[in-house]
């Protein structure tokens, strides 16, 4: 069964700073991963993806990631924190060779300090 | 394109009620899914419709149910409303079971 893991419900960064959000995945097939932002009383917006193409994966608003399957991961970083980017980050798996269900983690809540 | 809408935004229902909720896809898009999203629970999956069908449920009591038109627009229900189900419901598309899903602005369910 899939599943992901958020490490940190809440980060906090300084302005300027790196952020680094955390996302470990389990599946018993290569996934497809997403990274998705939501921001206040609004849907979810896509960040990113990976779909078994390129490893390093770069998104929208200066966001990557990287897809290790040696450490099932999918962190998502950006190297310079903007304030606008304080919101909800969820990850999510996807099985492409079953169900196609979405997994979402159960979010990072990331918080730009000036 | 217009991007993913759904009916009513805002809601408010007392406990017993039932409800019904409204999400309109991207054009073109053939799968649609439904998410509980709460403070406690996260986001939750419910289920997803694909050209009429059900191909996914997640676990939730047969009080919600679903269903996806022609069109592929989609309607979910919810019977015998419980202080528990206040939470923001959000619907999201999908050209097919490949591609990533796009988000609509969510209903936000209140049950007093």
């Known amino acids: 069964a899939q599943s992901v893991t958020q490490l940190g419900s809440h980060v906090s960064v300084s302005e300027g700073a790196l952020v680094l959000l955390r996302c470990n995945y389990s599946?018993?097939?290569?996934?497809?991963l997403f990274w998705y932002v939501q921001y206040p009383n609004q849907g979810l917006q896509l960040l990113l993806k990976?779909?078994?193409?390129?490893?390093l994966v770069k998104g929208i608003n200066g966001f990557e990631a990287e897809f290790k399957k040696s450490e099932t991961s999918f962190h998502l970083t950006k190297p310079s924190a903007h304030m606008s980017d304080a919101a909800e980050y969820f990850c999510a798996v996807s099985d492409p060779s079953g169900t196609y269900k979405y997994i979402f983690g159960t979010g990072t809540r990331l918080k730009v300090l000036a | 394109k217009a991007g993913v809408t759904q009916t009513p935004r805002y809601l408010i229902k007392t406990r017993g009620q039932q409800v019904t909720l409204s999400c309109s896809p991207i054009s073109g898009h053939r799968s649609v899914s439904w998410y509980q999203q709460t403070p406690g629970q996260g986001l939750q999956f419910l289920f997803e419709?694909?050209?009429?069908?059900?191909?996914n449920k997640g676990n939730f009591p047969g009080r919600f149910s679903g269903r996806q038109f022609s069109n592929s627009r989609s309607e979910m229900n919810v019977s015998t409303l419980e202080l528990g189900d206040s939470a923001l419901y959000l619907c999201a598309s999908s050209p097919d079971r490949v591609n990533e899903q796009f988000f609509g602005p969510g209903t936000r369910l209140t049950v007093l």
């Open positions: 419709y694909f050209s009429e069908t059900q191909r």
């Open positions: 599946s018993s097939v290569p996934p497809y």
């Open positions: 990976y779909t078994s193409a390129a490893t």
